[in-house]
């Protein structure tokens, strides 16, 4: 399989690289603790990568987007994963992209209309609202927020956490139990709740790592409390929440882990970069140790190597579909989630305690991605999946 960028898309790339080193200066805004005091300066750099042809990537040519592959928007990723805002920027942000991906798929024209257009737009932000402090978010069929059916509307009740980008969204798509007595993977529906609802409550900014964050860059608890919508805000008919969750994870898993390549990417670079210039002694560069080299050595080998994993796997989604590709989009998920975390551990280790300020990017790829081994599916849970499948092969098993 090909998988080596077009020269259209070489070209998407070449003007992806500039604007990610255009976005320098205001990753220390944001890094400094505050999304919301960028505001102005983010919209600035959307206007730009709307002028240079870079905004949404990852959506089909009829809705303004730039209509690419799973494995051009593979390519794309990478180079924006290098800055923490390069896809907020292009509005291919989770959970927005993921969003938009499922009011395209499965919404009315009416829900298109009012909530993708806007999104679409760049005007508002959205939120996913699935998992519950509650109940164990490995497991998506097992949920306790309830969506009760009262005349023309549904009825909301229940607490979640980990709504990430809730603060100051426009509305939620939340994942709720229609039918408790149903078969277990069609219990829950996806609906969409405007955030002015009365009966949605952003209760906090849940600390993470010693950071509440703001604005996109944050992770509501979120109550709803009789928060009672039209069951005209239905995605999709009732039961196919878990369905329709699934359908977001295939693309979406690429577009996470060609963002962390571009994570490790810039991490090895500015590793690189530090072990040349940091001396132990005149004339003793760090790039001079053996375990420095070695550190480079391993680090250059598992990047390149990771991304071909994710390349190929994109390159099946497109070829045989998300469905088929599924052993291999779980593969892809803990591997290069281990790979972007021990890369930039290792950038960190390089660069002594100046590595743990946040004069760097280091700082917040260290904090901001740990949870890249637990959102999206844990670690364990995807490899449970590779080694059931791969069990299979072997004999007949019950699972
Ligand atoms: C940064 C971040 C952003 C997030 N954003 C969102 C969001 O926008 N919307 C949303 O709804 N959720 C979001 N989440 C939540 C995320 O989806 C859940 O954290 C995830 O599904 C795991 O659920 P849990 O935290 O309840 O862990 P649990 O289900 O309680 O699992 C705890 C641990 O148990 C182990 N484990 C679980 N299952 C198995 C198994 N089958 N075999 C062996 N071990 C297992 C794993 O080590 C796992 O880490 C986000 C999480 C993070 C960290």
């Known amino acids: ?39 102005d300066e983010l919209e600035a750099a959307r206007a730009r990568a709307r002028e240079i042809g870079l905004w949404l990537p990852q959506m089909p040519r009829e809705v303004g987007g730039l209509g690419l592959s799973v494995l051009e928007h593979g390519h794309v990723s990478e180079i924006l994963g290098r800055s923490p805002l390069g896809h907020y920027v292009c509005n ?39 998992t ?17 059916s009262e005349g023309d509307d549904y009825v909301l009740d229940g607490r979640k956490w980990f709504t990430s980008g809730a603060d100051g969204a426009a509305f939620a798509i939340v994942m709720a139990v229609t039918d408790p007595a149903a078969e ?49 805000h239905r995605l999709g008919e009732e039961g196919s929440g878990f369905a329709i969750a699934q359908a977001r994870l295939g693309p979406g898993r690429i577009h996470h882990c060609m963002r962390w390549i571009g994570v490790a990417e810039r991490s090895f670079d500015l590793m690189c ?68 975390l021990s890369v930039v551990d290792r950038a960190v280790q390089v660069h002594g305690a100046y590595g743990l300020t946040d004069a760097t ?9 740990r949870g890249a081994r637990i959102y999206d599916g844990p670690d364990e849970v995807h490899k449970g999946v590779v080694a059931k499948l791969a069990l299979r092969r072997y004999g007949p098993r019950s699972d």
Not at 205 to 231: F, I, K, Q
Not at 324 to 336: P, Q, T
Request: proline residues 5%; negative net charge.
């Open 273 to 340: 970069r530090r072990s040349l210039e940091r001396e132990l002694a005149p004339g003793e560069p760090l790039a001079d140790r053996q375990t420095i080299r070695d550190w480079i050595a391993e680090s250059r080998a598992e990047i390149d190597a990771a991304r071909l994993l994710v390349l190929d796997t994109a390159a099946r989604i497109d070829r045989d579909g998300a469905k088929a590709s599924r052993e291999r989009i779980s593969m892809i998920k803990y591997h290069v989630a281990g790979v972007m």
């Open 92 to 130: 291919c942000q989770a959970p927005d992209a993921g969003n938009m991906e499922i009011l395209h798929e499965f919404g009315t024209a009416e829900q298109k209309e009012r909530f993708l257009a806007p999104l679409l737009a760049g005007e508002v932000r959205s939120c996913f609202s699935m």
């Open 184 to 232: 277990r993977h069609r219990r829950a529906t996806q609906i969409l709740v405007p955030t002015d609802t009365p009966g949605f409550e952003l209760v906090r900014n849940v600390p993470v790592l010693g950071h509440s964050g703001d604005g996109w860059a944050s992770h509501g608890e979120v109550l709803y409390r009789g928060c009672r919508v039209p069951r005209a």
């Open 361 to 369: 990017v280091l700082s917040w790829f260290y904090t901001q991605e």
């Open 1 to 39: 399989m090909d998988l080596s960028p077009s020269r259209r898309l070489e070209e998407v790339l070449g003007k992806a690289r500039g604007l990610v080193e255009e976005l320098e200066p205001l990753e220390r805004v944001v890094l400094g603790g505050s999304f919301s005091a960028a505001a």
């Open 132 to 148: 519950e402090p509650d109940r164990a978010g490995s497991n998506p069929v097992w949920l306790e927020t309830r969506a009760v």
